[in-house]
């Protein structure tokens, strides 16, 4: 069983990040006077706001439709349909508007399938406390391979680099119908629709959670925590290729081996300093990464862009997965659920729709500003736009922390601050 929903998770990540990561570097090589010259100037960071309404609407209504009426893997299987013929559709746009539209639709059919291979994950698995971890690692593996695939195979074999075509996007569309066939062939995961809470039962939990105001504090501080994030997500692969550095996209997959590295420290981590300060590090994580970024761009060192992108599972590990234990620490047992979901609203979903306005504006300022031929791309002033924001999230955090917890929410493991 473990063989298999590792497979699920290696095919589930696998087709949008044989894309995902160069994205960016196909709508600038195609913004303004450049290349086919279908997308304006600060689209690459609006077109990240799909992602955050991905994780806002649709989770909700498929995660419904599980729970009550459809298999888990019946559903995997026409989301993943849907992320096909939606990679299918922004390969052959050649409009702005089209583009934006598919990669809505991508989006919405994405998010939920990962919740749904969750879903399955904990289902499925004997242990799920012990197994799920080390299957998820798959996923992440995934997102390597694909980096590997499009930055060192392709260019090997055929001579050419692919980052700045709409390549990726046919290869994720065949990734994307290969996992719909093989969701096919996963174990049955029926409803649990006698488990389900009535509407009012629903309300009840998220207004006693609103009384909870560190938690909601925290909940504030995640949303800004999360902003900064996009900048390097949609632009880090752009920068990489315009300074020339080797396998863009292979290099980032570096960050990818740093998540692994922390995810297998992290329960030690934990135990020894508490999830308050790893959170905090998450946060300052970020914000240094920025300034390395800003500062390899300005003395046009190598160095500082290499560590940027090594400290991924610091910025990630610490913010992302840690956020959850620290959101379910700060709630009582019956509130977890809703506290989670809670959590997903502000980080993936409000905190990254902020995060794509706030880079789509800087880089309309820094990069490529209207009418300004060739475009000057101040990539230092515009990685330092996403520091700034950390600092005053890391100033936030620290003061938000000092507020009392709640007398009913569960002490962190080891002891430490929570």
């Not at 913004?31 to 304006?40: A, D, K, L, P, R």
């Not at 989301?79 to 050649?94: D, E, K, L, N, P």
């Not at 195979?153 to 290869?171: K, Q």
């Not at 020339?244 to 998540?259: E, F, K, R």
Request: net charge positive; charged share 5%; hydrophobic share 50%.
């Amino acid at each position: 069983m473990m063989a298999r929903i590792s497979a699920m998770m290696f095919l589930q990540y696998w087709p949008l990040g044989v894309w995902g990561v160069t994205i960016g570097t196909y709508i600038g090589a195609n913004t303004g006077e450049q290349g086919t010259g279908i997308f304006s100037p600060g689209f690459i960071g609006y077109s990240t706001a799909a992602s955050a309404i991905g994780s806002l609407f649709s989770p909700l209504v498929v995660g419904f439709l599980s729970d009550r009426y459809f298999a888990a893997q019946k559903l995997v299987c026409a989301t993943h349909v849907g992320c096909a013929i939606a990679a299918w559709g922004m390969y052959a746009s050649h409009s702005q508007a089209n583009f934006f539209l598919w990669i809505l639709v991508y989006f919405q059919c994405f998010v939920p399938a990962a919740t749904l291979t969750n879903k399955i994950g904990l289902k499925q698995l004997v242990n799920a406390d012990a197994e799920y971890p080390l299957v998820r690692f798959f996923g992440t593996i995934g997102w390597i391979a694909a980096g590997l695939f499009v930055g060192i195979l392709w260019p090997f074999v055929t001579g050419e680099s692919i980052e700045a075509t709409s390549t990726p996007l046919l290869l994720g569309a065949m990734g994307n119908v290969v996992m719909a066939l093989f969701a096919v062939t996963l174990p049955n995961t029926p409803p649990e629709s006698g488990n389900m809470p009535t509407r009012q039962q629903t309300w009840r939990q998220r207004s006693v959670l609103f009384t909870n105001f560190p938690l909601v504090a925290f909940l504030g501080i995640a949303i800004l925590a999360c902003v900064p994030s996009m900048a390097y997500n949609n632009f880090a692969n752009p920068f990489l290729n315009y300074y020339g550095y080797p396998a863009p996209a292979a290099l980032m997959t570096l960050g990818q081996v740093s998540d692994l590295i922390c995810l297998t420290a992290t329960p030690w981590l934990i135990s020894r300093f508490g999830l308050r300060s790893l959170f905090a590090t998450g946060v300052f994580a970020w914000t240094l990464r920025y300034l390395l970024l800003a500062m390899g761009s300005y003395f046009a060192l190598a160095w500082p862009v290499v560590a940027a992108i090594l400290i991924h599972g610091p910025c990630y590990v610490f913010v992302y997965v840690v956020g959850v234990m620290y959101t379910d620490h700060l709630t009582d047992k019956s509130h977890r659920g809703a506290a989670q979901g809670l959590f997903a609203l502000a980080s993936t979903g409000i905190g990254h729709l902020l995060g794509a306005i706030t880079v789509g504006v800087a880089q309309s300022v820094f990069l490529t500003p209207a009418g300004v031929e060739p475009p000057p791309y101040n990539w230092s002033g515009f990685w330092l736009v996403p520091a700034l924001i950390g600092c005053i999230v890391v100033v936030a955090f620290k003061l938000a922390s000092k507020l009392p917890r709640q007398p009913d929410a569960q002490q962190p493991a080891g002891g430490k601050d929570a």
